[in-house]
């Protein structure tokens, strides 16, 4: 089964730093996104990337950057945390880009739950 | 991508009850697939249903696809209090480059009492 790590349950940082949420999917998959959910919102696309060192804005990117140096590993930054971030954060991975496995399922963490004060 | 849309929005059932959940959509699709979280959790995934296919079951779930109705429906049987949970039907869009990415809707939130 595939398997994929977000780094942290639960974490609460303080308006204005800087914020790392990691995740490793272990299945050798090409695409890896970051979503967030919140109430009545469902769940929205901050950033995905289908390489190593590539990258794509998803319907929300703005006050997110993403980093991918590793397949396994896909990081969200939040450059400069504020309140409105406050939300849970999900991390996915499916198979690849291209044509023929495109619309493969995803594959989910369980989840940062992020508080900012 | 589109957006598949759950329809109720909530369930409430008693233990032993099947649940129906209904999917519609707009466009032309290459799959549709369900996914459930449980509260504060993940979603994971539970059945792909191709274009070409009209019923498929696994374990308990059954999901039919009419596509010239442009909708699905996931029924679970005989259900249980740890069924309790969001459902989501998420749309593959035939034709184009998604590059993998889905589109979630609401969901429809399922309570099963003991």
């Known amino acids: 089964d595939v398997k994929v790590t977000q780094s942290s349950r639960y974490l609460v940082k303080r308006t204005g730093e800087k914020v790392f949420l990691e995740c490793v999917q272990d299945?050798?998959?090409?695409?890896m996104f970051w979503y967030r959910q919140d109430p009545g919102l469902g769940l929205r696309l901050i950033y995905f990337s289908y390489d190593v060192k590539m990258k794509e804005k998803g319907d929300i990117p703005e006050g997110y950057s993403v980093s991918r140096e590793k397949k396994e590993r896909f990081s969200l930054i939040l450059e400069s945390a504020s309140t409105n971030q406050t939300s849970m954060y999900l991390c996915?991975?499916?198979?690849?880009?291209?044509?023929?496995?495109?619309?493969?399922?995803?594959?989910f963490g369980d989840g940062t739950r992020l508080s900012i004060l | 991508s589109q957006q598949g849309e759950e329809d109720p929005q909530a369930l409430s059932i008693q233990e032993g009850e099947n649940a129906t959940m209904n999917c519609s959509y707009k466009t032309s699709i290459n799959n549709l697939q369900w996914y459930r979280q449980n509260s504060g959790r993940g979603l994971v995934h539970l059945i792909l249903?191709?274009?070409?296919?009209r019923e498929k079951h696994s374990g308990r779930l059954r999901v039919t696809l009419d596509t010239s109705k442009k909708s699905s429906s996931l029924l679970i049987t005989a259900s249980r209090a740890a069924d309790t949970a969001s459902y989501f039907c998420v749309i593959a869009n035939a034709g184009g480059t998604s590059y993998g990415k889905l589109t979630f809707g609401q969901g429809t939130i399922l309570t099963v009492h003991p």
């Open positions: 996915a991975s499916s198979l690849s880009r291209t044509a023929k496995y495109s619309n493969q399922p995803q594959h």
């Open positions: 299945m050798d998959h090409e695409n």
């Open positions: 249903i191709r274009s070409n296919e």
